[in-house]
Nanobody
Framework: QVQLVESGGGLVQAGGSLRLSCAAS????????TGWFRQSPGKEREFVAV???????NYADSVKGRFAISRDNGKDTVYLQMNNLKPEDTAVYYC????????????WGQGTQVTVSS
């Protein structure tokens, strides 16, 4: 069973940086894509970034140029480096796992809170 554990959230001032981590277990690393999503109160969950099993990355327009997704193959850990944070980035951030031949994210972490003060 795939398990995902996020960490690294916290409170930061606007313009600051945070790095989120998503540690995965129970899967064959090279066969999965890992995505980051976020949800703030009263809003739908939204896509933030993904690193595909092939290594290709994609970002939401709202975070392009500010966020960077990467992975450590040996640790099966995916990172989300967030720079120049804005108050509108405040949300609970979740990582999720997608098997290479699936269209759905089948496993999700518990989430980590990111709060950006103005």
């Amino acid at each position: 069973q795939v398990q995902l554990v996020e960490s690294g959230g916290g409170l930061v001032q606007a313009g600051g940086s945070l790095r989120l981590s998503c540690a995965a277990s129970g899967r064959t690393f090279s066969s999965y894509s890992t995505g980051w999503f976020r949800q703030s109160p009263g809003k739908e969950r939204e896509f933030v970034a993904v690193i595909r099993w092939s290594g290709l990355t994609n970002y939401a327009d709202s975070v392009k140029g500010r966020f960077a997704i990467s992975r450590d193959n040996g640790k099966d850990t995916v990172y989300l480096q967030m720079n120049n944070l804005k108050p509108e980035d405040t949300a609970v951030y979740y990582c999720a796992s997608q098997y290479m031949y699936s269209s759905d994210y089948s496993d999700w972490g518990q989430g980590t809170q990111v709060t950006v003060s103005s």
